[in-house]
């Protein structure tokens, strides 16, 4: 069973950037796909971006697409987000997410605490 945690969220002015890692251990980070998510005070955690096992397939929300990248070093266990151009609407914690599969999934079965990401205005 693969253990995630996340790192490298604070606080930022609108117009900034920020980038999140997300450590693996505990199991072959390359047999899991992987995910971001991020969930904002009274709403649903909402998909973010997720990632195939090997990183040739990406997806991202559309209210993300343009400003954020995910990325992976399976050599490293870790998976990044680069966030640019973020958004007072972009504050949230965000969630490192893995499954068993070697597609770009929506759904996952573990999670990382998560990383407070804070823009202000």
């Known amino acids: 069973q693969v253990q995630l945690v996340e790192s490298g969220g604070g606080l930022v002015r609108a117009g900034g950037s920020l980038r999140l890692s997300c450590v693996a251990s505990?199991?072959?980070?390359?047999?899991?796909?992987m995910g971001w998510f991020r969930e904002a005070p009274g709403e649903e955690r909402e998909f973010v971006s997720g990632i195939n096992w090997i990183g040739g397939k990406t997806v991202y929300a559309d209210s993300v697409k343009g400003r954020f990248t995910i990325s992976r070093v399976n050599a490293k266990n870790t998976l990044y987000l680069q966030m640019i151009n973020l958004k007072p609407e972009d504050t949230a914690v965000y969630y490192c997410a893995a499954k068993v599969s070697a597609f770009v999934e929506k759904e996952y079965d573990y999670w990382g605490l998560g990383t407070q990401v804070t823009v202000s205005s």
């Open positions: 505990g199991d072959d980070f390359s047999r899991y796909a």
